[in-house]
């Protein structure tokens, strides 16, 4: 058994975006339309649910996108305060990028593992794999690079289902649960006008993935909603949404028990404090992948 937390759409903004001027600051503002432009009260809005999530008996953290209001450099050293004020192990976190997360330059999240949130990049970087007792997590980026800040819509890579679906038929997840991180639902919009603005492409590709293989689940955010859904009628469900932290949601911190390849939410806003010698005994297993 493994306990997952699960966060997302963070949004954090650089201290002196005041000093924004031309497109870049009226970006900032186009994207936080409705939401203050209050860089302390995000920044501390965010370590305090990551602080929360490394008292809890979570075994392993799951981001879900749109860490940054824009992508900007600054916004990146943002995140990796927050995360680092928290705390939190970096083995024990999981972060993948959010269509937010690419407006600013392309390549900005790649960059930003590579400075600031290198700590992390052992288990967010693309094709990694967390092995732990009740799950194996796979994080996917559904990211569309330097894409116009006024599109939100996202993609599934063809190379990212097929790693999926490799974890999938592995015999390392034959009594673990399969959780795929990422920003966008797997699913279309529901209103179909808005799909080329706020769709995902490709997204028939998880689906199916998610009919063919029971173990199968995907955590995301995008939505702002907390949400939990069941495939075709199943007994447990296998998609999950958390609602935004940026806006301040009572519920923005979901957690799950990873067991018996399924996973299953745990109620209540407190879970028990592991022991010390529980955490050593979940530490990360090694992943080594048999050929298809």
């Given at each position: 058994?493994?306990?997952?937390?699960?966060?997302?759409?963070?949004?954090?903004?650089?201290?002196?975006?005041?000093?924004?001027?031309?497109?870049?600051?009226?970006?900032?503002?186009?994207?936080?339309?409705?939401?203050?432009?209050?860089?302390?009260?995000?920044?501390?809005?965010?370590?305090?649910?990551l602080?929360?999530?490394?008292?809890?008996?979570?075994?392993?953290?799951?981001?879900?996108?749109?860490?940054?209001?824009?992508?900007?450099?600054?916004?990146?050293?943002?995140?990796?305060?927050?995360?680092?004020?928290?705390?939190?192990?970096?083995?024990?976190?999981?972060?993948?990028?959010?269509?937010?997360?690419g407006?600013?330059?392309?390549?900005?999240?790649?960059?930003?593992?590579e400075?600031?949130?290198?700590a992390?990049?052992?288990?967010?970087?693309?094709?990694?794999?967390?092995?732990?007792?009740?799950?194996?997590?796979?994080?996917?980026?559904?990211?569309?690079?330097?894409?116009?800040?006024?599109?939100?819509?996202?993609?599934?890579?063809?190379?990212?289902?097929?790693?999926?679906?490799?974890?999938?038929?592995?015999?390392?997840?034959?009594?673990?649960?399969?959780?795929?991180?990422?920003?966008?639902?797997?699913?279309?919009h529901?209103?179909?006008?808005?799909?080329?603005?706020?769709?995902?492409?490709?997204?028939?590709?998880?689906?199916?993935?998610?009919?063919?293989?029971?173990?199968v689940?995907?955590?995301?955010?995008?939505?702002?909603?907390?949400?939990?859904?069941?495939?075709?009628?199943?007994?447990?469900?296998?998609?999950?949404?958390?609602?935004?932290?940026?806006?301040?949601?009572?519920?923005?911190?979901?957690f799950?028990?990873?067991?018996?390849?399924?996973?299953?939410?745990?109620?209540?806003?407190?879970?028990?404090?592991?022991?010390a010698?529980?955490?050593?005994?979940?530490?990360p297993?090694?992943?080594?992948p048999?050929?298809?």
């Amino acid at each position: 058994m493994s306990i997952l937390a699960h966060l997302s759409d963070l949004h954090l903004i650089e201290r002196d975006h005041h000093k924004r001027r031309g497109l870049s600051r009226r970006r900032l503002q186009f994207l936080s339309f409705g939401a203050p432009l209050d860089a302390e009260a995000r920044l501390t809005r965010a370590t305090s649910l990551l602080a929360q999530a490394r008292r809890s008996a979570a075994d392993h953290v799951l981001i879900t996108g749109d860490l940054t209001e824009d992508g900007a450099p600054a916004q990146f050293e943002v995140l990796a305060e927050a995360l680092h004020k928290s705390r939190l192990d970096p083995d024990c976190v999981t972060i993948v990028p959010g269509n937010h997360d690419g407006y600013s330059a392309p390549g900005a999240f790649a960059r930003a593992l590579e400075g600031p949130l290198r700590a992390f990049r052992r288990n967010s970087a693309q094709g990694a794999t967390t092995v732990l007792p009740g799950a194996v997590i796979a994080p996917l980026s559904t990211m569309i690079d330097g894409q116009l800040f006024t599109r939100s819509c996202g993609t599934v890579q063809h190379e990212d289902l097929a790693h999926v679906r490799r974890i999938a038929s592995d015999p390392i997840s034959r009594e673990r649960a399969v959780v795929v991180a990422q920003h966008h639902p797997p699913s279309h919009h529901p209103v179909f006008a808005l799909e080329w603005i706020d769709g995902v492409q490709n997204a028939f590709g998880m689906r199916e993935l998610l009919l063919e293989r029971t173990r199968v689940h995907v955590l995301h955010g995008h939505t702002h909603r907390r949400a939990t859904r069941h495939i075709s009628g199943r007994a447990h469900a296998q998609v999950f949404s958390a609602a935004s932290v940026r806006d301040q949601h009572l519920d923005s911190l979901r957690f799950y028990k990873a067991e018996a390849g399924s996973l299953h939410e745990l109620q209540g806003a407190i879970i028990p404090q592991l022991s010390a010698a529980a955490r050593v005994a979940r530490e990360p297993l090694t992943w080594n992948p048999s050929p298809l």
